[in-house]
């Protein structure tokens, strides 16, 4: 049996009720926002985090480690 397709006028729908507040942040709005939670989270700086965890020196299961490396592709490199 042929799968069917859901009706074009209901992906409009779902398309114009997308939310409108979403924000876009620059490179620099990112590595601060990384730096406040890395401080926030685990005691250490935005740049030190990145060093450590790339480095593999962070617990990769504790979930304030896994908080903060969420924000890491918002940061500049």
Known sequence: ???????????????RMAPSNIKYISRREGSALLD??????????????????RAGMLDAEDSRVIRVSFLLPLAKD
Do not use: V
């Open 36 to 53: 406040r939670q890395a401080r926030k989270y685990l005691n250490m700086s935005g740049d030190e985090f990145r060093r450590q965890y």
């Open 1 to 15: 049996m042929a799968q069917q397709l859901a009706p074009k006028r209901e992906t409009h729908r779902t398309a």
